[in-house]
């Protein structure tokens, strides 16, 4: 059955890279999905996207958003590794409660998409170390990380909009988490100078 057409934001080149559409150059370019060569349209009032050919297309805009945002989370991650910009994580800090856009973690050397676990459980993207996953990360599309989930994800982890992902997978937005508190930079430096004039304060005559 054809599946009603619809913009495909991000597509593979020849070298398997995925590309923004605004961006792409003339060339050919597939579905990440179907594999289908895409058109690349580009308009004076619209913005630039791919399409399938006409309507005989199977794939729907939930499998290929889905594939396409974790495919660019594993992208970037191996881009940065080998040079290439830093992805960010947006934290809310847990002191002044303003929003920061925290770098992936160091000790981060590499990204795999659809990892399973040692339990069985397969996570859309794992984030790897030389320790093992450091971090899992969830893609939602339609249907959020449920409480049976969560509760068997033995890990550090995050669940992101793939329309975010599309949007800019270099900063990634958790909707829903479990990782430790962030806290940031200003507020860890309050905190110390707190800490050391509590530790400093002159102490009474009595205690002399």
Known sequence: MAMRPFKVPWAM???????NAPGALPGRY???ECFDELLLRRGAVRRAHFAHHGSSSSCSQESVFHKLAKALIVQVV????EG?????????????GLTI????????????PEHRLASGRIVDVALLSDLGIACAIEVLHTHAVDQA????????WFEVRASDVLTDPLALVPVQHALRPF???PCKHDYAVLSFATTQAPRSRLEN
């Open 183 to 185: 806290t940031c930079a």
């Open 13 to 19: 080149d020849v070298t398997g890279t995925l590309r």
């Open 30 to 32: 597939r579905c990440i």
């Open 149 to 156: 989930k969560a509760a068997v994800l033995d890990l550090p």
């Open 84 to 96: 290439g910009p830093t992805p960010t994580i947006r934290r809310s800090c847990t002191g002044c």
């Open 78 to 81: 191996l881009q940065w590794r």
């Open 101 to 112: 856009a925290s770098p992936i973690p160091e000790r981060v050397s590499g990204a795999e």
